[in-house]
């Protein structure tokens, strides 16, 4: 199986098979991503103790790519500090820029094939820009 099949399956089963899907209530952060050009909606849920995620959690609509990297954001942020999670979206938006991703990044890797579809980086990039504008927002509280 070629690369760009193995990553177009993983894509695929998050689209799928979304993990992390649903609202979660309480939370400590909630914030609303949108790609008007494609009508992606979003709508990401955190939980944070001790500078970890404890709990994330998705709600929305839109392309495959879109949702597929928010359920695969949720696998690789749950557990992680906040810097962690910050450093992760730097490298992703860089992969998607790009930059040779590190190791850092995982099975994340399978979203770099988006690339090759400008115009869908930014749907592989709206729960990233999301969690990092939620993060930005509970800092500043």
């Given at each position: 199986?070629?690369l ?10 998050h689209h799928?098979h ?8 309480p939370?400590?952060v909630a914030v ?5 050009l ?11 103790r001790?500078g ?10 839109g ?11 949720t696998?690789a942020?749950?557990?992680?500090t906040l ?5 992760l979206?730097a490298a992703?938006?860089g ?5 040779e ?16 579809f400008?115009v ?8 990233w ?6 993060l ?6």
């Open positions: 199986m070629a760009d099949d193995l990553y177009r399956e993983v894509i695929l089963d799928a979304p993990r992390n899907r649903g609202r979660l209530e939370n400590d609303e991503g949108a790609n008007p494609c009508g992606d909606e979003l709508m990401l849920y955190l939980n944070l001790d970890r995620v404890e709990e994330v959690r998705f709600e929305g609509h392309c495959a790519i879109s949702q597929a990297s928010a359920s695969m954001m696998e942020i749950k557990g992680r810097d962690e999670v910050r450093a979206v992703l938006k992969m998607m820029r790009g930059e991703p590190g190791e850092e990044v995982g099975d994340l890797i399978a979203l770099q094939g988006v690339r090759k400008p869908r980086v930014k749907c592989a990039t709206l729960p820009v999301s969690l990092e504008q939620g930005d927002e509970y800092a500043a509280r």
